[in-house]
Nanobody
């Protein structure tokens, strides 16, 4: 079982930056794809960014390309999401997730392909 704990959320003005962190428990972190997702009430959870276990592959939603960066530190069992130039419409609960499959050959941005989820952290972008 993998436990994920997000941190770094909060309130920021439009155009500002935040860095989310997700600390993972367990010994399989370095072999698992990781992702960041977000959700607003009444809407489906959507993918924001995904990174492969090796860091060689990443995926970004079109809306965040060029502004968000996902990275990981396997020595610290932590994945990060650097968010720059934030927009009010990006206000949401952000979730960290891990794939159960180890050494997955192709990254997926589909929430259903992730098995372990953090509790979520609120990000509020004021206008």
């Amino acid at each position: 079982q993998v436990q994920l704990v997000e941190s770094g959320g909060g309130l920021v003005q439009a155009g500002g930056s935040l860095r989310l962190s997700c600390a993972a428990s367990g010994r399989t972190f370095s072999s698992q794809d990781m992702g960041w997702f977000r959700q607003v009430p009444g809407k489906e959870r959507q993918s924001v960014a995904v990174i492969s276990w090796s860091s060689r592959s990443t995926y970004y939603a079109d809306s965040v390309k060029g502004r968000f960066t996902i990275s990981r530190d396997n020595a610290k069992n932590t994945v990060y999401l650097q968010m720059n130039s934030l927009k009010p419409e990006e206000t949401a609960v952000y979730y960290c997730a891990a794939s159960r499959l180890l050494y997955r050959g192709r990254i997926s941005a589909a929430p259903n392909d992730y098995d372990y989820w953090g509790q979520g952290i609120q990000v509020t972008v004021s206008s």
